[in-house]
């Protein structure tokens, strides 16, 4: 709670997110009553709206964290229809995972639900994702819910799972964003890795270009993941203050973004 008013009064922050240390939706299930109650209290210390954050995290439903056979082992062994067999059910179970969590929070006051790195075990992660915003937009209208994706690019780990219609595997930002816009999210977080071997000039001018596509029909705010690897901010655990905020604000100034 001290962090958010810090957050909040020091540094200006026009939105705020509560989030537990084990930042996936299958761990804070667990705690998830606890998690609520620190939102009721949060909620009555701040005036900014304040969401609640975690990450789908499909891999933690596979074996040795989880109940299904481990799909990265499958695979190499050829043993294709069992590891995609493992990644349809993970999807059910990590959904529902987010659901539960995310009615349990909005009950409790938040503002708004973020799936953040979602995507980060390839397109069943984003299915299950995408699953869970429909769920939470059907049940709470007035929800905020953020979309926040892991990678510029979904990998295929399953390869042949579709949203609507639409195959997952290979969808860069602009159909990232048309998907999140149908699930019903309210805000679209595209995450554009940068390459270490080149300039931060040059992976800043990567990302504008792989993000302007979805400024041009975006039709909800959309906020650039910009952080350590990604936006064409360097890969340091202490960045340099002139590279963020260059990167920052060719972002802003170029591609007019709603958030950062």
């Not at 892991?150 to 990232?176: I, S, T």
């Not at 000039?201 to 705010?221: D, H, Q």
């Not at 993941?225 to 901010?233: E, I, P, Q, S, T």
Request: glycine residues 10%; negative net charge.
């Amino acid at each position: 709670q001290q962090d958010l008013q810090m957050y909040e009064q020091c540094f200006a922050a026009d939105l705020v997110e509560l989030c537990h240390v084990d930042y996936s939706f299958k761990a804070v299930k667990t705690i998830v009553a606890f998690e609520a109650q620190t939102m009721r209290d949060v909620q009555l210390a701040l005036t900014v709206p304040v969401q609640y954050g975690a990450m789908p995290n499909l891999g933690l439903y596979c074996q040795p964290d989880g109940p299904l056979p481990n799909w990265a082992e499958l695979l190499p062994m050829g043993k294709f229809d069992e590891a995609r067999a493992a990644q349809e059910e993970a999807v059910e179970m990590a959904a529902a995972d987010m659901i539960h969590v995310g009615e349990a929070l909005a009950e409790a006051g938040a503002d708004g639900i973020d799936f953040d790195t979602a995507g980060a075990a390839g397109d069943a992660d984003f299915l299950a994702t995408l699953k869970a915003a429909e769920a939470l937009r059907a049940r709470y209208p007035e929800l905020g819910i953020e979309i926040g994706m892991a990678g510029e690019f979904v990998l295929g780990m399953h390869g042949g799972l579709e949203y609507d219609g639409v195959r997952l595997a290979g969808l860069w930002p602009r159909d990232q964003l048309r998907l999140a816009t149908r699930a019903g999210a309210h805000m679209f977080g595209p995450a554009i890795n940068v390459d270490t071997g080149k300039s931060a000039a040059w992976n800043v001018a990567r990302a504008i270009t792989l993000v302007k596509p979805c400024m041009e029909e975006a039709t909800i705010p959309v906020h650039m993941n910009m952080g350590m690897g990604v936006g064409g901010v360097p890969m340091a655990a202490y960045n340099p203050v002139d590279a963020v905020s260059r990167a920052s604000r060719a972002c802003v100034d170029i591609l007019h973004l709603d958030g950062l």
